[in-house]
């Protein structure tokens, strides 16, 4: 009979797999949009650089995602520049720096992607001229690119793969063209040539410098031939370089933080030679440095603090640049933290003392003592920070006890002035991925809002000020989904009905609607104000009593508080409270439910002791939720997870205080709560867990002594047994983890051992589905996981091979067990390096012989699936964020015919959705 029962169940699903292989992607439908609040999509404008009059910048949108824009300073005239990755996911463009001279100028920037290499792009402002020359072997998380230096003639990319090995760092130009792309360093045979470990790259006109092989300084051109090394320090390397003029200069650390030098030699190449410090002086530490004609400016931290310090090159022209002010009881020396800015032939830098009455200032210096002069002050709470410069303008900021004003100036105090009516907050000249703001000659590009949904480019109007927006916030709507209990969903269908929690950012409401969302309205409110965190919500399934049937949910305040059941019919009046379990008898948090019949057993978890609760009941009625007893007058509290129901009883594994855990059953009734078995019990690493139903018996494995044995019990005391034959599945540690089993049309299938591999238990044996094998796996089981499910025929669950996690499948047999697709198909030496280009799925659900789930791929991103036990059967069944975004669906659940879950669109936020099921 058995058997005939199966074959009929074969057929049956091979005529779906035959109709389910083509099944298409479906539009997935919102439901409701819930929450119309202003969500939090920003345009995330992370970077901005000029390019001659107009500015390049990379911006977020939601039909495009964040991609290169392109203005000139007019709303026209600010548009995409190129549609990289066509979709909403975007190109992510970053790391930008210019090259060139003139009207030859360029950007570069980076593109990335987890399953393929980073990506050079090219950009003259035109779409067409924007264009892909290369694309990096280094792949996902397998190392890093970096564009390190913009010459006249091109841009330096390093890329370092992470080998741990000295040659793992690749030094590349390019002029911008794909013939003009090449690698500094190849490895060739094996070695890498030239030299390795390149870094503390600066740039003098054509010429890049760098240190490589950790004690020698490089140069090149772009070219091979004109890459060559220039000079060797012995005993200390080289730290920070400089150029200026004909020579070179690097700062060593002798003594960190205790001693630092200064040498040079010619910047064509030579012997190199100490400069300084000077007799009698220690600096401890470099700070900044910068060029300036055939000098070198720089800053040094020295005994009394960070003074400015200026060399020609020679010994005797290395000198400290006083920077004072008066003060009432003379010059006061001032500290240089500012940056450094070289503009029209001159340095300029900020000061800022913090003594009570001497107020920042603007300097402009020459490089000598008499050539430094401060030409703007400030009053005492306020002090310039960063510089930028354009041809014609220097600008800065001041920060005013936290407000940031944009000023501009030409050199001198009549010019020097507050740009008025600009943005106010801190910019970048180096953020995350690029500066945040872009002097031209004209104006200056900068953000507004920045940070915010109302974040858009912009400019200063005109000399005086004012903001021209440039670019025009997109809207999207915030989520509406509340927090929840992992084994809880915030929707329920109730006779026809559908009840959906809904999170207006204010408080919590619970809607009723149709099921495609339709006249919905609220039947229960709570204001967020009523807790200290935000409460978890979440349904606990149907209640029958005699006023009819009723949607139980809980509500959890996040520190206990406000602890509640609560039930409802679907009406304002039928919405009533069952138990608050934030005080009095019972006070803490309702974990686990169980039906018993028409009455739904649950777990409360202490609220100061999160091992000890109590067991409750409800039959739907405030009067009927109380806590169960013995008859002795205590009350089990289930551990938690293990609470199961079988023939309108539960049974559950609890653990009291003297660690004994035990088998239970409940009616709900003192005389039918009873301890059934805890004999296994011997020493204090003893107990019992993974508590399910197979085959109409229960089912969980007790550890004993250094072995874990599977039990079996029929309800009864006298029928609770060591499964025979007898078969140990692993030691005492946690890691030896044996999972609650599932059925499989009375199979047992079960996880045991580490890594976790699969068990099949029948009528006359226990034994692994499959050999194990090296490399191969089950995602471990953990609670609430959703990584497996029984439908039809097939246990679906998330398999790891070679640390590739996919989709398999069994039906418990060892020829049956299989990866039924790879779903994210990659580079496989990558992803056993570093488990990344896995699929993971996740979410089971069942419906008919088919299978739903969440799945990742490059394409797509994380989104729906759906599979029959087949390849061609496993197919993408909506991609609700279009291109490879994810929408991370979750809580699946089917409700009639349809199919409902929780998903993100950057549009709405995260919100409910539903697909159409097949019908057969």
């Not at 589905?769 to 609670?783: E, H, T």
Request: glycine share 12%; aromatic share 10%.
């Amino acid at each position: 009979m058995i058997r005939s029962t199966r074959a009929r169940h074969t057929l049956a699903a091979l005529a779906l797999i035959t109709s389910s292989a083509h099944a298409q992607e479906q539009t997935a439908h919102l439901v409701k949009d819930a929450n119309r609040s202003s969500g939090d999509f920003t345009a995330a404008i992370s970077w901005c650089l000029p390019l001659g009059q107009r500015v390049v910048f990379t911006q977020d949108t939601l039909d495009a995602g964040p991609e290169p824009w392109i203005s000139d300073g007019t709303p026209a005239g600010t548009h995409l520049l190129k549609d990289i990755v066509i979709g909403t996911s975007g190109s992510f463009p970053e790391q930008p720096v210019s090259f060139g001279t003139g009207a030859s100028t360029r950007i570069a920037f980076l593109t990335n992607s987890t399953s393929t290499g980073d990506k050079l792009w090219i950009t003259d402002g035109t779409t067409a001229g924007t264009t892909q020359v290369r694309e990096s072997t280094v792949v996902g998380w397998a190392g890093e690119t970096h564009l390190r230096a913009g010459t006249t003639n091109g841009v330096f990319i390093e890329e370092h793969t992470y080998t741990g090995s000295p040659d793992s760092f690749e030094l590349f130009f390019s002029d911008g063209t794909l013939a003009g792309t090449r690698s500094l360093n190849p490895i060739v045979s094996g070695v890498r040539t030239k030299f390795a470990k390149p870094k503390g790259y600066i740039t003098s006109g054509s010429w890049c410098y760098f240190i490589a092989n950790d004690n020698e300084v490089w140069r090149s051109d772009g070219t091979t031939a004109g890459t060559t090394k220039i000079t060797t320090f012995t005993g200390t390397p080289p730290g920070r370089l400089a150029v200026a003029g004909a020579n070179l200069y690097a700062f060593l650390e002798v003594q960190p933080n205790v001693l630092t030098e200064l040498w040079t030699c010619p910047a064509a190449g030579g012997t190199p030679v100490k400069l300084g410090p000077p007799d009698g002086t220690t600096w401890r530490y470099f700070m900044q440095r910068i060029p300036l004609g055939d000098k070198l400016v720089f800053a040094m931290l020295s005994e009394t603090g960070p003074r400015l310090w200026a060399t020609d090159g020679t010994a005797a022209g290395t000198h400290q640049i006083p920077v004072t002010m008066p003060g009432a009881n003379g010059p006061v020396a001032l500290d240089i933290y500012a940056t450094l800015t070289e503009w029209q032939g001159a340095i300029y830098f900020t000061t800022h003392t913090g003594q009570s009455g001497i107020g920042g200032a603007v300097w402009r210096t020459d490089g000598t003592a008499a050539g430094t002069v401060a030409f703007k002050t400030f009053k005492s709470n306020a002090f310039g920070e960063d510089m930028w410069t354009s041809a014609n303008d220097l600008y800065f900021q001041v920060n005013e006890a936290g407000d940031y004003h944009l000023w501009r100036t030409r050199g001198d105090a009549a010019s020097t002035r507050e740009l008025k009516g600009l943005p106010t907050y801190g910019f970048s000249e180096n953020g995350p991925l690029g500066p945040t703001i872009a002097p031209t000659p004209s104006t200056v590009f900068l953000l507004s809002n920045q940070g915010t949904p109302r974040e858009a480019l912009c400019r200063a109007k005109n000399d005086k000020g004012g903001t021209l927006l440039l670019t025009r916030p997109e809207s999207s709507n915030a989520s509406s989904i509340p927090a929840h209990h992992p084994d809880a969903l915030t929707y329920e269908d109730l006779n026809g009905v559908l009840l959906d929690f809904v999170d207006l950012g204010d408080g919590l409401e619970l809607w009723r609607m149709n099921p495609d969302g339709s006249k919905s309205k609220s039947i229960w409110k709570r204001p967020l104000k009523n807790y200290a965190e935000s409460p978890q919500v979440g349904f606990r399934g149907i209640a029958v009593n005699t006023a009819g049937t009723g949607a139980l949910f809980t509500v959890d305040g996040g520190t206990r508080e406000a602890s509640e059941l609560w039930i409802t019919d679907g009406t304002k009046p039928g919405t009533k409270l069952l138990h608050d379990h934030s005080t009095g008898e019972g006070k803490g948090i309702p974990l686990d439910f169980a039906k018993a019949g028409d009455l739904t057993l649950y777990s409360v978890i202490d609220a100061g002791v999160t091992t000890v609760g109590t067991l409750w009941m409800t039959d739907g009625t405030r009067t009927g939720t109380v806590k169960v007893v013995t008859t002795g007058g205590s009350s089990p509290y289930p551990d938690p997870q293990e609470m199961v129901s079988l023939n309108g009883i539960v049974y559950f594994l609890s653990t009291p205080a003297d660690g004994k855990t035990g088998l239970w059953r409940t009616d709900g009734t003192a005389v039918g709560t009873v301890l059934l078995k805890n004999d296994w019990y011997v020493g204090s690493n003893d107990g019992a867990q993974g508590l399910s139903v197979v085959d109409h018996k229960l089912l969980f494995n007790a550890r004993i002594g250094p072995t874990q044995f599977l039990w079996e019990s029929n309800g009864t005391a006298i029928g609770t047994v060591p499964v025979s034959p007898t078969v140990g599945l692993g030691g005492s540690s946690d890691t030896d983890l044996v999972a609650p089993a599932l059925d499989l049309n009375g199979l047992a299938i079960f996880e045991a051992n580490y890594p976790s591999n699969l068990w099949r238990r029948d009528d006359s044996s226990i034994i692994p589905v499959k050999p194990i094998v090296a490399g191969r796996s089950v995602f471990p089981w953990a609670p609430y996981s959703q990584r497996r499910v029984v439908s039809g025929t097939q246990l679906f669950y998330c398999g790891i091979q070679d640390n590739d996690a996919e989709l398999w499948a069994t039906d418990g047999t060892a020829a049956n067990t299989r990866r039924v697709k790879d779903i994210c198909a990659g580079n496989d030496t990558l992803r056993a390096a570093d488990n990344l280009l896995s699929s993971y799925p996740d979410n089971f659900t069942a419906y008919g012989y088919d299978v739903y789930f969440t799945a990742y791929d490059e394409e797509h991103g994380t989104e729906l699936w759906r599979s029959d036990g087949t390849a061609n059967g496993t197919l993408l069944m909506a991609d609700i964020a279009p291109g490879s975004t994810s929408s991370h669906p979750a809580g699946l659940k089917v409700i009639g015919t349809k199919l409902y879950f929780t998903a993100t669109r950057r549009d709405v936020g995260r919100e409910l959705f539903s697909i159409d099921l097949p019908q057969h």
